[in-house]
């Protein structure tokens, strides 16, 4: 009686197993390459209702971030601007541009504009900006060069591991509190030099352990 | 095996606790909650073919969520148009407001986040708050957001509006329709408002003949008329429990609901506090029918029929020789003669430091009574002040006797019902909705589309009292302005209003009228007066003057003496307000129905409580549906056994049964409000018979037991001692374990810097449920229903557990609130195979919810058994109302993920952020409160950094009443306990 499997049908069997695994942890490995938030988060420019440029707001006219963002010291959420202080300078400064025409008619009619959100969190995660201001890390860190940005775009994936990279190792992103708003702002030194300085005086400990974000 | 019983720690104690009468014989039911962590159909088994159908389900929803992955969600940002003054974003803000439940009010601070107030906190400068809460005012927070509440006006039941009813009332309300208004009636709640009370005086005016009626199911009419008896004219007792060393409950529930703020609590807990084994702490006795909290926190309870509590108090008013009568105390056995003695000699002992109190249930003759015993011991002006009551002293019960009985005659034209459900809550022998309908013209205002919204031509919302403006009285005359957070969320408008448009006054805002109104009164000074009351919470200088009133003590007694007789024999029934529900209120209120009953831990349910003799009497079991019936008036309720209920008394609940409710409590427990008549309106004697059918009951007391699941043994949990064993062995607390030497297998941490722990003191705690229902505000815990409280899948991450110990029939009670403790070498970190769960420096167990796959080892691992674990998405399709109570500092978990106490871990990091934004290193001691620290009226719970031997939660754990539990199993964990001390009577300790 002759074999239903021949000889070689052994090899061939224990070769394609191999070939499945190493295909399924092929895709898997590119799957998660693809998905990072480095690939799927970074460069999100989405389309705002107002063409607000902060190329020329803060970065030709030199407007202080702080100006519209302007609770980014005292509370978690950095504030994006209510109309009123948008109007505080366009009921003068361009009052009749098309490109303003919902903020004006967001002014009149108290409806407020629906900007779109760009560096978005999950909703366990509670990152909070006043921690982070006023311990001197800088706009730039996470937001990128929002004075070289016509659109605003999310430069960093947000991710966890790359929160913790700073949080274990804060010393690069730390800088004298009243330059965190200036985005092309360089020491003079070296800046790790200078932020272990900082570190050092202002008894920076950033949290590693679960609740310091999750809550 | 042997090695079990070996670790196993002895108590030398040698008392033994139990906490239901099926631990007690060890049935096997209890077993298996022993042994399971889920025995009632715990996990559900899914068979093969479901099993296929979810597979193929699984694999078509990995598909679609894949697919979905692929586009980013849009996510908008809408800040202002234009700013809001003091608005930070994401910062909430405070509001002072004031509460009223049941007439006297209660301050409070309410936080909103963007608007929507998310936590009620008590106000700390308010006399009748002192920064503490009851339970029932945590809830008020879910009342405002309940999607069931009436929703815009309707006329017959058809739509409708408000401009077309002022339009109505204008014609209705004229001097040409009512005349001299001796067809109008109003009938509304308890209302201790200034400014209601001037729209009164106007309705007066207009309309002279016109009655205004205030009636309340659960109210405190008794002590008024009681002291009206006494003295001549009606007055508010307020009884000083931080000035007395001898306490008498008479059938009053003080420390519970038969108080009308949760001032009594702060007071009693502040002389129960001990800081060394040389301090003194008072004495309470008790004698009642029901196991209240105040029995719980007794050093003696006499168990007691509540119609015999006459007799008992004209028996002790004769042993201390008041008004000079011989004794009359007859069918007095042993126990209650020995009783009486002994609390006469105490008291005696004590004079101008005791005070005697009894419960609203009781009959003016009682109050009168119990007044003048207090002004013979001397207490009248020391321990017990009177004032003038806050709210219009009458006795309701027969105003709305005249109030139907002139509907039925025909007499009333117009019937304006301004809050409440009368329908549902007046005495059953009115039958007031038939009542109702002789009115031409009904107008009700009520919160809800109620029994009563159902009998009316004009339904009207009533507005939460957080989206309205008036004002409010505290039982010592304080007033508070109530200042809204949110417009009203269905176009509700409070009773203030709707007696304004009666009235026909021109300006009918209510934030119009009471601005005005105290304008008026402070003159010059408006603007700032008004400002400085909205930011205090309280108007200075309000409070009224003490009166001191005092009885013909012989007049008197002889007067009342012959009411007081001992009742007939047989079965009587006494109505208590539902810890749950109070008279109905919060019948649609998912927190309130899933907070188990201080006592019975009973949830979603009123069962009927009596003793075991007299349930044996009945042929009856727990769960046997009884049918009573008294005057002509019939219910059913099914029988619970309580341990140290009286014997031929039966303890019904209100506030359930409700037929138009919403849809949390509709239908849900039974409704004895039908049982109760104008005649005997909170106790009256009943005939009860067994209808043989069953009924499940669902209760926790056997939930999450801490017995040692192998040997069986029970372990010592709870500790208590006596004051003179406390005295004569401070170091009692220390030896009452003996703890075998542990060592330790790895490397301990070192703790330094702010280290969090927590002190529970379980001298103060009453077991309230403050703590629970607060807990559950600020963390976002989710209710999950009486079905599955039955599987003991309940959610509430800190429990009360309440210990019987002593006799069967006639047990103490020990309450002990358990949260996870924060073990130092936590047994559930090590088990859980994705480190979802893990330690913080500073000593917390951390829970990272996103990283949970529930596999439910740490809850398995656990031997506290405080982790909840998220069977279903609770939180899935809620109304869009009911999203909006969230805390948004808070995560809302999802289904399949462990869930447990933190230490309000988001207060910490909030505060902790704010110092080192502001530059200061270190958090001071009780700049973090855990929410159940906040609410806690008893200050039984303290929390802070026990690194700092300064803060109280350090001072605490230095004390040698200090102890862990399960201290042998070396797992360190950060919340001790304070061992419980009593203070017995030497004469009546037995042999």
């Given at each position: 009686m002759s074999a239903i499997f021949s000889k070689k049908f052994d090899t061939t069997l224990r070769l394609a197993v191999a070939g499945v695994v190493l295909v399924l942890a092929g895709a898997g490995g590119v799957a998660a390459y693809l998905f990072h938030p480095k690939q799927v988060d970074t460069g999100y420019t989405p389309v705002q209702p107002v063409p607000y440029s902060h190329k020329l707001h803060a970065g030709n006219l030199g407007m202080d971030c702080y100006y519209c963002h302007s609770t980014v010291e005292t509370s978690s959420f950095a504030a994006v601007p209510t109309t009123e202080t948008c109007m505080n300078c366009h009921h003068r400064v361009r009052e009749k541009s098309p490109k303003l025409q919902l903020v004006r008619e967001s002014y009149s009619n108290g409806q407020p504009i629906p900007w779109v959100k760009v560096h978005r969190l999950p909703d366990y995660v509670y990152f909070n900006h006043q921690a982070h201001v006023t311990s001197g890390v800088s706009c730039v860190s996470c937001h990128g060069r929002v004075d070289q940005m016509v659109e605003v775009k999310q430069v960093q994936p947000l991710s966890m591991a790359w929160c913790l990279e700073c949080h274990r190792n804060p010393a690069q992103n730390i800088r004298p509190v009243e330059f965190v708003t200036k985005l092309d702002w360089t020491p003079e030194g070296d800046p790790v030099e200078l932020g272990l300085k900082i570190i050092q005086a202002k008894g920076i400990k950033p949290p590693t352990h679960c609740s310091g974000c999750h809550r | 095996m042997s090695q079990f019983v070996q670790i196993n720690p002895t108590t030398t104690t040698g008392k033994k606790y139990w906490r239901s009468l099926s631990q007690l014989s060890g049935t096997p039911e209890f077993k298996q909650w022993v042994e399971q962590?889920?025995?009632?159909?715990g996990v559900d088994a899914i068979s093969s073919s479901s099993r296929r159908n979810l597979l193929k389900l699984m694999a078509a929803s990995f598909g679609l969520a894949g697919l979905a992955a692929c586009r980013r969600p849009v996510e908008h940002i809408l800040p202002h148009s234009k700013g809001v003054e003091g608005l930070i974003h994401g910062k909430p803000l405070h509001y002072a407001t004031v509460a009223t439940v049941g007439g006297a009010a209660t301050g409070l601070m309410v936080e909103t986040h963007e608007g929507r107030p998310t936590k009620i906190e008590g106000n700390e400068k308010h006399p009748a708050s002192l920064g503490a809460t009851s339970a029932h005012m945590q809830a008020l927070l879910l009342n405002l957001y309940d999607p069931d509440r009436a929703k815009g006006v309707k006329r017959n039941g058809a739509r409708s509006s408000w401009d077309e009813f002022t339009a109505w009332a204008k014609d209705e309300f004229s001097a040409a329709k009512q005349g001299d208004g001796s067809g109008l009636r109003i009938l509304a709640e308890h209302s201790s408002s200034p400014s209601l009370q001037s729209v009164r005086n106007e309705i007066a005016r207009k309309f002279p003949k016109a009655q205004w009626v205030e009636f309340d199911s659960v109210n405190f009419d008794n002590p008024r008329l009681g002291t009206a008896l006494a003295f001549g004219q009606p007055l508010e007792a307020h009884y000083q429990y931080d000035k007395a060393d001898v306490v008498l409950a008479l059938d009053a529930d003080f420390l519970g609901l038969d108080s009308q703020s949760v001032l009594p609590v702060k007071q009693f807990s502040a002389k129960r506090r001990v800081s060394d084994h040389n301090s003194q702490i008072n004495r309470l006795y008790a004698a009642e029918s029901n196991y209240s909290m105040t029995g719980a926190m007794a050093d003696h309870r006499l168990r007691l029929r509540s119609s015999d509590i006459g007799a008992l108090a004209l028996a002790l008013a004769t042993e201390l020789n008041i008004g000079g009568a011989l004794k009359?105390?007859?069918?007095?056995s042993d126990d209650k003669a020995r009783f009486v003695a002994a609390v006469a000699k105490d008291l005696a002992a004590h004079k101008g430091r005791s005070i005697v109190v009894a419960g609203p249930r009781q009959p003016r003759e009682v109050h009168a009574l119990v007044a003048l015993v207090n002004q013979a011991l001397g207490n009248t002006g020391e321990t017990v002040i009177y004032t003038q009551p806050v709210v219009t002293a009458i006795d309701s019960l027969a105003a709305v006797n005249q109030l139907t009985s002139d509907l039925n005659s025909g007499q009333v034209k117009t019937l304006v019902v301004l809050g409440g459900n009368p329908v549902y809550t007046l005495p059953a022998d009115l039958n007031f909705a038939k009542s109702m309908s002789k009115a031409a013209s009904t107008v009700v205002l009520t919160a809800e589309e109620n029994e009563t919204w159902a009998a009316a031509q004009w339904q009207l919302p009533e507005a939460h009292i957080f989206e309205s403006w008036g004002d409010a009285r505290a039982l010592d005359g304080t007033v508070s302005i109530q200042q809204p957070m949110v417009a009203p969320l269905y176009y509700g408008k409070p009773a203030l209003e709707v007696a304004a448009i009666v009235a026909g006054l021109e300006n009918t805002r209510a934030h119009d009228i009471v601005k005005s109104n105290w304008s008026a009164k402070w003159g010059a000074t408006a603007e700032k007066s008004w400002k400085q009351a909205l930011y205090n919470g309280f108007i200075d200088g309000t409070k009224l003057e003490t009166v001191k009133p005092s009885a013909d003590a012989a007049r008197l007694f002889a007067a009342i003496a012959p009411a007081l007789k001992p009742a007939p024999a047989g079965i009587e029934i006494a109505f208590f307000p539902g810890h749950s529900t109070w008279d109905g209120?919060?019948?649609?209120?998912a927190w309130m129905q899933e907070a188990p009953d201080p006592m019975t831990k009973i949830v979603w349910d009123n069962p009927a409580l009596l003793s075991q003799t007299t349930a044996t009497k009945l042929g009856a079991v727990n769960g046997t549906l009884l049918t009573i019936s008294a005057a002509g008036l019939k219910a059913t309720a099914p029988a619970m056994v309580m341990p140290g209920h009286a014997d031929d008394s039966i303890s019904l609940t209100l506030g359930y049964g409700r037929s138009a409710c919403g849809r949390v409590g509709r239908g849900v427990g039974h409704r004895i409000e039908g049982l109760r008549g104008s005649a005997a309106f909170h106790i009256a004697p009943a005939t009860v018979s067994n209808s043989g059918a069953t009924y499940q009951l669902v209760t926790t007391q056997e939930h999450h037991t801490l017995e040692e699941p192998i040997t069986g043994k029970l372990r010592p949990i709870v500790l208590e001692a006596t004051m003179a064993e406390y005295h004569h062995h401070p170091d009692h607390f220390e030896h009452a374990v003996h703890v075998p030497e542990v060592v330790n297998m790895f490397e301990q941490f070192e703790w330094k810097g702010q280290q969090w722990g927590m002190a529970i003191d379980l001298n103060a705690c009453t077991g309230c449920n403050a703590c629970l229902v607060a807990c559950q505000a600020e963390n976002n815990i989710p209710v999950v229903g009486k079905d599955q409280v039955r599987r003991g899948r309940e959610m509430h991450w800190i429990r009360l557990d309440r210990y019987f110990t002593g006799k069967m029939d006639d047990p103490q009670v020990v309450n002990q609130p358990m949260a996870c403790v924060q073990c130092e070498n936590a047994p559930c970190e090590s088990v859980c195979p994705v480190a979802a769960t893990t330690h913080s420096p500073e000593g917390l167990n951390d829970m990272a919810y996103n990283r949970c796959v529930g596999t439910r080892y740490c809850a398995n691992n656990c031997p506290y058994k405080v982790r909840r674990f998220n069977f279903f998405n609770w939180n899935k399709n809620l109304p869009e109302s009911q999203k909006m109570v969230f805390n948004p500092d808070v995560t809302v978990r999802m289904r399949g993920v462990m869930e447990k106490c933190n230490y309000c871990v988001q207060r910490i990091e909030e505060k902790k952020i704010e110092a080192k934004a502001n530059n200061r290193a270190q958090l001071k001691d009780g700049d973090v409160k855990s929410a159940c620290q906040q609410v806690c009226p008893a200050e039984a719970i303290v929390f802070g950094n026990i690194n700092d031997p300064q803060s109280r939660v350090a001072q605490m754990k230095k004390q040698q009443r200090d102890y862990v539990l399960l201290e042998e199993l070396n797992i360190k964990p950060r919340t001790s306990y304070l061992g419980k001390l009593r203070n017995p009577n030497p004469e009546l300790i037995h042999g």
């Open positions: - | 962590e889920f025995p009632a159909g009359v105390l007859s069918n007095a209120r919060f019948a649609n209120n």
